[in-house]
Protein backbone atom coordinates (compact mmCIF):
# COMPACT_ATOMS: atom_id res chain seq x y z
CA UNK A 1 0.00 0.00 0.00
CA UNK A 2 2.79 2.56 0.42
CA UNK A 3 4.22 1.84 -2.67
CA UNK A 4 0.62 2.18 -4.60
CA UNK A 5 0.30 5.60 -2.17
CA UNK A 6 4.00 7.04 -3.38
CA UNK A 7 3.20 6.69 -7.36
CA UNK A 8 -0.09 7.95 -6.41
CA UNK A 9 1.04 10.64 -5.09
CA UNK A 10 3.82 11.37 -7.89
CA UNK A 11 1.54 11.02 -10.91
CA UNK A 12 -0.62 13.85 -8.50
CA UNK A 13 2.49 16.10 -8.27
CA UNK A 14 3.09 15.54 -12.11
CA UNK A 15 -0.76 16.20 -13.10
CA UNK A 16 -0.53 19.12 -10.63
CA UNK A 17 2.72 20.39 -12.32
CA UNK A 18 1.85 19.49 -15.83
CA UNK A 19 0.98 22.75 -17.84
CA UNK A 20 1.76 23.63 -21.80
CA UNK A 21 4.78 25.52 -22.07
CA UNK A 22 4.70 29.27 -22.40
CA UNK A 23 6.05 31.18 -25.28
CA UNK A 24 6.49 35.00 -25.62
CA UNK A 25 3.28 36.74 -26.77
CA UNK A 26 2.13 37.31 -29.82
CA UNK A 27 3.67 40.25 -32.28
CA UNK A 28 1.15 43.06 -32.82
CA UNK A 29 1.61 46.55 -33.54
CA UNK A 30 1.44 48.55 -36.85
CA UNK A 31 5.38 50.14 -36.58
CA UNK A 32 6.59 49.96 -40.17
CA UNK A 33 9.38 47.68 -40.05
CA UNK A 34 12.66 49.74 -41.17
CA UNK A 35 16.28 48.54 -41.07
CA UNK A 36 19.25 50.55 -40.24
CA UNK A 37 23.03 49.47 -40.14
CA UNK A 38 22.85 48.08 -37.44
CA UNK A 39 18.79 46.87 -36.08
CA UNK A 40 15.55 45.70 -37.98
CA UNK A 41 12.63 47.47 -35.88
CA UNK A 42 9.88 44.90 -35.95
CA UNK A 43 6.28 45.87 -36.01
CA UNK A 44 5.90 45.87 -32.42
CA UNK A 45 8.81 48.38 -32.03
CA UNK A 46 10.85 45.17 -31.12
CA UNK A 47 14.69 46.12 -32.13
CA UNK A 48 16.31 43.04 -33.59
CA UNK A 49 19.82 43.42 -33.25
CA UNK A 50 21.88 43.11 -37.14
CA UNK A 51 24.46 42.15 -38.81
CA UNK A 52 25.29 43.30 -42.64
CA UNK A 53 27.57 43.13 -45.15
CA UNK A 54 27.23 45.61 -47.98
CA UNK A 55 28.01 44.40 -51.50
CA UNK A 56 31.30 45.59 -52.62
CA UNK A 57 31.38 48.97 -54.61
CA UNK A 58 28.13 50.25 -52.97
CA UNK A 59 25.42 48.77 -56.04
CA UNK A 60 23.97 45.22 -54.63
CA UNK A 61 22.14 42.76 -57.50
CA UNK A 62 20.35 41.33 -54.53
CA UNK A 63 19.78 40.80 -50.78
CA UNK A 64 19.70 38.40 -48.58
CA UNK A 65 17.95 37.88 -45.47
CA UNK A 66 19.04 35.64 -43.41
CA UNK A 67 18.36 33.35 -40.36
CA UNK A 68 20.33 31.36 -38.57
CA UNK A 69 20.05 28.18 -36.90
CA UNK A 70 19.35 27.13 -33.13
CA UNK A 71 21.72 28.17 -30.54
CA UNK A 72 22.89 30.55 -32.60
CA UNK A 73 22.81 34.28 -33.78
CA UNK A 74 23.60 36.50 -36.61
CA UNK A 75 27.16 36.16 -36.44
CA UNK A 76 26.61 32.54 -38.35
CA UNK A 77 26.53 34.97 -41.52
CA UNK A 78 30.04 36.21 -41.28
CA UNK A 79 31.90 33.50 -43.91
CA UNK A 80 29.43 33.44 -46.13
CA UNK A 81 28.10 37.24 -46.03
CA UNK A 82 31.75 38.37 -47.09
CA UNK A 83 31.65 36.21 -49.63
CA UNK A 84 28.26 37.54 -50.89
CA UNK A 85 29.63 40.48 -50.31
CA UNK A 86 32.43 40.25 -52.96
CA UNK A 87 30.03 38.81 -55.57
CA UNK A 88 27.68 41.39 -55.07
CA UNK A 89 24.83 40.51 -52.96
CA UNK A 90 24.36 42.37 -49.69
CA UNK A 91 22.98 40.34 -46.68
CA UNK A 92 20.94 41.24 -44.13
CA UNK A 93 21.14 38.76 -40.92
CA UNK A 94 19.39 39.57 -37.41
CA UNK A 95 19.33 37.47 -33.85
CA UNK A 96 15.97 36.30 -33.98
CA UNK A 97 14.15 36.71 -30.70
CA UNK A 98 15.62 34.89 -27.63
CA UNK A 99 18.71 34.58 -29.17
CA UNK A 100 22.10 36.65 -29.86
CA UNK A 101 21.93 40.10 -28.36
CA UNK A 102 17.98 40.31 -27.83
CA UNK A 103 16.37 40.54 -24.35
CA UNK A 104 15.49 37.26 -22.55
CA UNK A 105 17.69 35.23 -24.61
CA UNK A 106 17.13 31.44 -24.23
CA UNK A 107 13.35 32.12 -24.37
CA UNK A 108 11.38 30.88 -27.02
CA UNK A 109 9.37 33.39 -28.65
CA UNK A 110 6.96 30.86 -30.72
CA UNK A 111 7.04 30.26 -34.80
CA UNK A 112 4.43 32.92 -35.09
CA UNK A 113 6.91 35.62 -33.81
CA UNK A 114 9.34 34.19 -35.86
CA UNK A 115 7.50 33.91 -38.89
CA UNK A 116 6.11 37.61 -38.23
CA UNK A 117 10.01 38.81 -37.85
CA UNK A 118 10.80 37.32 -40.89
CA UNK A 119 8.07 38.85 -42.57
CA UNK A 120 9.18 42.12 -41.28
CA UNK A 121 12.59 42.37 -42.34
CA UNK A 122 11.92 41.37 -46.15
CA UNK A 123 9.22 44.25 -46.04
CA UNK A 124 12.22 46.32 -44.47
CA UNK A 125 14.55 44.82 -47.32
CA UNK A 126 12.45 45.75 -50.20
CA UNK A 127 11.91 49.46 -48.25
CA UNK A 128 15.41 50.03 -48.25
CA UNK A 129 16.79 48.40 -51.76
CA UNK A 130 13.58 49.74 -53.92
CA UNK A 131 13.59 47.67 -56.96
CA UNK A 132 16.18 45.02 -55.92
CA UNK A 133 15.61 41.02 -55.54
CA UNK A 134 15.30 40.08 -52.04
CA UNK A 135 15.80 36.30 -51.30
CA UNK A 136 15.04 34.66 -48.11
CA UNK A 137 17.77 32.34 -46.47
CA UNK A 138 17.17 30.22 -43.59
CA UNK A 139 19.91 27.73 -42.41
CA UNK A 140 19.00 24.88 -40.01
CA UNK A 141 15.84 26.42 -37.34
CA UNK A 142 16.10 29.85 -39.66
CA UNK A 143 15.58 27.32 -42.85
CA UNK A 144 12.15 25.47 -40.59
CA UNK A 145 10.94 29.47 -39.87
CA UNK A 146 11.48 30.07 -43.89
CA UNK A 147 9.64 26.96 -44.69
CA UNK A 148 6.71 27.39 -42.71
CA UNK A 149 6.68 30.95 -43.54
CA UNK A 150 6.29 29.56 -47.26
CA UNK A 151 3.38 26.87 -46.20
CA UNK A 152 1.15 30.17 -44.23
CA UNK A 153 -1.73 31.84 -45.42
CA UNK A 154 0.60 35.10 -45.64
CA UNK A 155 3.63 33.76 -46.99
CA UNK A 156 6.67 36.42 -47.38
CA UNK A 157 7.33 39.14 -50.26
CA UNK A 158 10.76 37.33 -51.58
CA UNK A 159 11.94 36.77 -55.04
CA UNK A 160 13.61 33.61 -53.41
CA UNK A 161 14.28 31.04 -50.57
CA UNK A 162 17.46 29.31 -49.73
CA UNK A 163 17.02 26.35 -47.38
CA UNK A 164 20.04 25.23 -45.82
CA UNK A 165 19.76 21.77 -44.18
CA UNK A 166 16.19 23.01 -42.46
CA UNK A 167 15.53 21.93 -39.24
CA UNK A 168 12.74 19.48 -40.31
CA UNK A 169 12.92 16.45 -37.56
CA UNK A 170 9.45 15.98 -36.45
CA UNK A 171 8.31 14.43 -33.67
CA UNK A 172 6.93 11.51 -36.20
CA UNK A 173 10.75 10.52 -37.10
CA UNK A 174 11.96 10.39 -33.52
CA UNK A 175 11.91 7.28 -31.29
CA UNK A 176 8.94 7.31 -28.58
CA UNK A 177 11.52 7.30 -25.86
CA UNK A 178 13.03 11.16 -27.01
CA UNK A 179 9.04 12.18 -27.86
CA UNK A 180 8.08 10.94 -24.12
CA UNK A 181 11.55 12.75 -22.57
CA UNK A 182 10.23 15.82 -24.03
CA UNK A 183 6.73 15.80 -23.40
CA UNK A 184 7.74 15.26 -19.31
CA UNK A 185 10.09 17.45 -19.48
CA UNK A 186 8.52 20.25 -20.92
CA UNK A 187 5.47 20.07 -19.21
CA UNK A 188 6.90 19.11 -15.48
CA UNK A 189 10.21 20.97 -15.67
CA UNK A 190 9.98 23.69 -18.42
CA UNK A 191 12.69 25.94 -16.99
CA UNK A 192 15.01 23.06 -16.85
CA UNK A 193 18.56 23.55 -18.29
CA UNK A 194 20.08 20.92 -20.52
CA UNK A 195 23.72 21.89 -21.75
CA UNK A 196 24.08 21.45 -25.55
CA UNK A 197 27.00 19.20 -25.08
CA UNK A 198 24.57 16.72 -23.11
CA UNK A 199 24.18 14.07 -26.02
CA UNK A 200 27.58 14.26 -26.98
CA UNK A 201 28.29 12.07 -23.80
CA UNK A 202 26.69 9.38 -25.37
CA UNK A 203 27.08 9.76 -29.40
CA UNK A 204 29.34 12.13 -30.55
CA UNK A 205 27.67 14.38 -33.15
CA UNK A 206 30.03 16.36 -35.37
CA UNK A 207 28.04 19.93 -36.63
CA UNK A 208 31.24 20.31 -39.15
CA UNK A 209 34.48 19.60 -40.47
CA UNK A 210 35.72 23.63 -39.96
CA UNK A 211 37.56 22.08 -36.75
CA UNK A 212 38.70 25.95 -36.13
CA UNK A 213 35.29 27.44 -36.64
CA UNK A 214 33.58 24.82 -34.01
CA UNK A 215 36.50 25.95 -31.51
CA UNK A 216 35.71 29.57 -31.95
CA UNK A 217 32.02 28.98 -31.73
CA UNK A 218 32.51 27.03 -28.28
CA UNK A 219 33.92 30.28 -26.86
CA UNK A 220 31.95 32.67 -28.36
CA UNK A 221 29.89 34.09 -25.39
CA UNK A 222 26.49 34.86 -27.27
CA UNK A 223 26.53 31.10 -29.03
CA UNK A 224 24.06 29.51 -26.61
CA UNK A 225 25.62 26.80 -24.48
CA UNK A 226 23.00 25.34 -22.76
CA UNK A 227 19.03 25.27 -23.86
CA UNK A 228 15.91 25.01 -21.89
CA UNK A 229 13.33 22.19 -21.63
CA UNK A 230 10.43 24.32 -23.41
CA UNK A 231 12.74 26.11 -25.38
CA UNK A 232 13.52 22.55 -27.49
CA UNK A 233 10.10 21.87 -26.80
CA UNK A 234 9.13 25.18 -28.68
CA UNK A 235 11.67 24.21 -31.64
CA UNK A 236 10.04 20.52 -32.02
CA UNK A 237 6.83 22.06 -32.47
CA UNK A 238 8.01 24.43 -34.88
CA UNK A 239 9.84 21.19 -36.75
CA UNK A 240 6.51 19.63 -36.85
CA UNK A 241 5.05 22.31 -38.76
CA UNK A 242 8.30 22.19 -41.28
CA UNK A 243 7.92 18.67 -42.01
CA UNK A 244 4.48 19.14 -42.67
CA UNK A 245 4.62 22.81 -45.06
CA UNK A 246 5.82 21.18 -48.60
CA UNK A 247 1.86 20.08 -48.62
CA UNK A 248 0.15 23.48 -47.32
CA UNK A 249 2.43 25.05 -49.86
CA UNK A 250 0.62 26.29 -53.14
CA UNK A 251 2.10 29.01 -54.70
CA UNK A 252 5.73 29.15 -54.11
CA UNK A 253 8.88 31.32 -55.50
CA UNK A 254 11.91 29.97 -56.73
CA UNK A 255 13.39 27.46 -54.03
CA UNK A 256 16.73 26.20 -53.59
CA UNK A 257 17.47 23.31 -51.01
CA UNK A 258 20.47 22.19 -49.80
CA UNK A 259 21.98 19.69 -47.39
CA UNK A 260 25.03 17.79 -46.66
CA UNK A 261 25.71 13.97 -47.20
CA UNK A 262 27.39 14.01 -43.42
CA UNK A 263 24.31 15.94 -41.58
CA UNK A 264 24.54 14.77 -38.21
CA UNK A 265 21.87 16.63 -36.36
CA UNK A 266 19.09 16.42 -38.91
CA UNK A 267 18.37 12.86 -39.93
CA UNK A 268 18.33 12.22 -43.51
CA UNK A 269 15.06 10.48 -43.52
CA UNK A 270 12.71 13.24 -42.74
CA UNK A 271 15.12 15.68 -44.94
CA UNK A 272 14.20 13.40 -48.14
CA UNK A 273 11.13 13.23 -47.44
CA UNK A 274 10.73 17.12 -47.35
CA UNK A 275 12.71 17.15 -50.38
CA UNK A 276 9.77 14.34 -52.04
CA UNK A 277 7.05 16.45 -50.65
CA UNK A 278 8.21 19.69 -52.36
CA UNK A 279 9.08 18.23 -55.35
CA UNK A 280 9.42 20.14 -58.87
CA UNK A 281 9.17 23.73 -56.71
CA UNK A 282 12.68 23.36 -55.33
CA UNK A 283 15.97 22.40 -56.52
CA UNK A 284 18.00 20.28 -54.53
CA UNK A 285 21.99 20.10 -54.11
CA UNK A 286 23.51 17.78 -52.11
CA UNK A 287 27.30 18.22 -50.84
CA UNK A 288 28.89 14.64 -50.49
CA UNK A 289 31.48 16.40 -48.30
CA UNK A 290 28.91 18.27 -46.37
CA UNK A 291 27.93 18.44 -43.00
CA UNK A 292 24.99 20.45 -41.05
CA UNK A 293 26.70 23.84 -41.09
CA UNK A 294 27.13 23.71 -44.85
CA UNK A 295 28.19 27.59 -44.81
CA UNK A 296 30.88 27.32 -42.44
CA UNK A 297 32.19 23.67 -43.61
CA UNK A 298 36.11 23.58 -44.98
CA UNK A 299 34.27 23.71 -48.06
CA UNK A 300 31.69 26.34 -47.64
CA UNK A 301 32.72 28.81 -50.07
CA UNK A 302 31.63 26.88 -53.02
CA UNK A 303 28.51 26.71 -51.25
CA UNK A 304 27.79 29.97 -50.70
CA UNK A 305 29.17 30.62 -54.52
CA UNK A 306 26.29 27.95 -55.54
CA UNK A 307 24.22 29.68 -53.72
CA UNK A 308 25.00 33.26 -55.63
CA UNK A 309 24.96 31.56 -58.68
CA UNK A 310 21.23 30.57 -58.81
CA UNK A 311 20.59 34.00 -57.08
CA UNK A 312 21.80 35.57 -60.06
CA UNK A 313 19.85 33.12 -62.42
CA UNK A 314 16.60 33.85 -60.65
CA UNK A 315 17.03 37.87 -60.37
CA UNK A 316 14.16 39.25 -62.52
CA UNK A 317 15.89 41.80 -62.87
CA UNK A 318 18.69 40.22 -64.91
Avoid at 96 to 117: C, K, L, V, Y
Amino acid sequence: MSLFRTFRGLAAALLLAACAPSFGPAVTGSVPPTVSDDVIVARDGTRLPLRRWDAEGGKPRAVIVALHGMSDYSNAFDMPGKVWAKLGITTLAYDQRGFGRNEHPGIWAGADAMRSDLDDAVTAAHARYPGLPVFALGESMGGAVVLTGLGSTEPPAVDGVILVAPAVWSRGDMPMLYRVALFLGAHVLPNMILPNSAAGRVKKIVASDNVPMLIALGKDPLFQKETRTGTLYGLVNLMDEARAAPEKISKAPPILFLYGANDQIIPKQPTEAVIAGLGTKAKVTRYSRGYHMLLRDLEGESVDRDIADWIFRNDRNS
